[in-house]
């Protein structure tokens, strides 16, 4: 029945709140996760001066202004259009400028063309987002329990839909930072140092060969790629208990890692070829030392960091030169499941926005347990994007959300440095081109016993 919400108090990123991967979320939590999501997106946004929100600095990367747009587009095409039929939009231009990749919605300005919208303004959406905040909260208010049960299950959708352009507000931004000769800083450092340890010998964590379950089947929020639950046989293989570090990953540089086609996929040797890549993205050298652009600006390379910013072809050429592999994602999961590692770690909500040295807390090699496996780094696994055994995309334009993109991509797991908290889960399949590199991507490996 109709309600009047309450307004959530103001909360610092991060705070514990209602879970928004409850399905069962009623109104008021509803309501209370809404407000929380929108603000964290636009605190994202606090240290972009005005020019910032409008650079395009490649085509994978959108514009910061882009997306605080697209996710109110998001809520108001799905969400508020469908829960009211005729009801007028904000903006009747904002539909071509801001659906990212819906055919069954309508045609839209073209992906590498988002840099040039100079207009609407950066005021201007954001006053388009406090107008579908009205609109959310008076939807909220005032539907009947038919109208809200049938957008509930998308409006959930809709938050985990805005986390996931958080981290891409993070990544992009640092792309087109670093793209400038300038290489200004997205904001000073604002986390202490912690104490870290030594990474060492990365210690192996053996499993067993069975037949084992995978995929997401609980009652909570999963996004539809990770289902439907199944039953995989795993043979015997061996987890690496930390990530690899900056330091082993110049000592494949070192060893002429970037020159040895040996090690590489054809695909991969001819992307470095084409890329000029001879190290990671955003690393420098300089006369001082090797460095590396953080959203903290320029800082000299910490060896006893994970690796990161890496694509798929350079994380599997480092995994062939070091005598492993990549693990499957099967492999991954499993291995978080049967450990039952907890979710903590270096979040979106820890600040850093960056991968940070293995902490004291996981203890020295071998560990019972793998460390960082949480957080950190989005880890390359070397299984492709496909449709697990009986999955159906939904029907009607949000089903165009995941299943149309299982092709020609890879897997990786885990979550980052850039991923909030609530958004990650043991089963979480994020997935990306091999030659992608923008991403908080980093390495973890595995071999057979
Ligand atoms: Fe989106």
Redesign the pocket.
């Known amino acids: 029945m109709p309600t009047n919400l309450a307004e959530p108090s103001t909360r610092e990123i991060g705070d514990p709140g209602p879970d928004v991967a409850d399905l069962q979320l009623h109104r008021q939590a509803i309501w209370t996760c809404y407000k929380e999501v929108r603000r964290t997106t636009e605190a994202l946004c606090a240290p972009l001066e005005i020019e910032d929100y409008v650079i395009q600095s490649m085509p994978d990367a959108s514009p910061a202004k882009w997306h605080l747009a ?2 109110s587009w ?1 809520f108001e095409t799905f969400v508020l259009a469908s829960g009211q039929p005729g009801m007028q939009p904000v903006d009747s231009e904002y539909a071509y400028l801001f659906n ?1 990749y819906y055919n069954a919605v309508g045609e839209r300005i073209a992906r590498d063309r988002r840099g040039v919208l100079s207009r609407p303004t950066v005021a201007e959406v954001f006053r388009y987002r406090a107008a579908v905040d009205e609109r959310m909260k008076d939807f909220l208010d005032q539907a009947g329990d038919p109208e809200f049960e049938r957008v509930r299950s998308t409006l959930i959708l809709g938050l985990h ?1 805005e986390q ?2 958080q981290e891409l507000i993070l990544t992009d931004i640092k792309h087109a930072l670093a793209s400038n000769p300038l290489r200004p800083a997205y904001r000073e450092s604002q986390t202490e140092a912690a104490m870290p340890a030594e990474a060492g010998a990365p210690g192996w964590i053996p499993f067993a060969g069975s037949l084992r379950s995978i995929g997401h089947e609980a009652a909570s929020f999963a996004f539809d790629n990770e289902g439907p639950r199944h039953q995989e046989y795993v043979a015997a293989f061996a987890l690496a208990d930390r990530l690899v570090t900056n330091l082993e990953y110049l000592a494949f540089i070192e060893d002429g890692g970037y020159e040895r086609p040996e090690y590489w996929f054809s695909d991969g040797w001819y992307a470095r070829g084409r890329n000029g890549w001879t190290a990671p993205l955003y690393w420098e050298s300089t006369g001082g030392g090797r460095q590396v652009f953080t959203l903290a600006g320029m800082q000299g390379l910490e060896l006893d960091e994970p690796v990161c910013h890496v694509s798929y072809y350079e994380a599997d050429a480092f995994a062939r030169w070091a005598a492993a592999r990549l693990p499957t994602e099967a492999e991954w999961e499993t291995s978080a499941m049967a450990l039952g590692v907890p979710m903590e770690g270096n979040f979106l909500e820890s600040g850093r926005f960056h991968p940070a040295c293995l902490m004291a807390t996981h203890g020295p090699a071998p560990r019972s347990s793998p460390a960082q496996l949480f957080g950190d780094v989005w880890e390359w696994t070397q299984s492709p994007y496909t449709p697990y055994r009986g999955f159906r995309p939904a029907a009607g334009a949000l089903g165009e959300y995941n299943g149309k993109f299982m092709c020609n991509q890879l897997i990786l797991r885990g979550g980052s440095c850039g991923t909030p908290r609530s958004h990650v889960r043991p089963t979480y399949r994020n997935f990306f081109p091999p030659e992608a590199r923008w991403q908080f991507s980093g390495i973890r490996l595995a071999r057979d016993v």
């Open positions: 697209h996710t998001f990212s839909h996931q352009h």
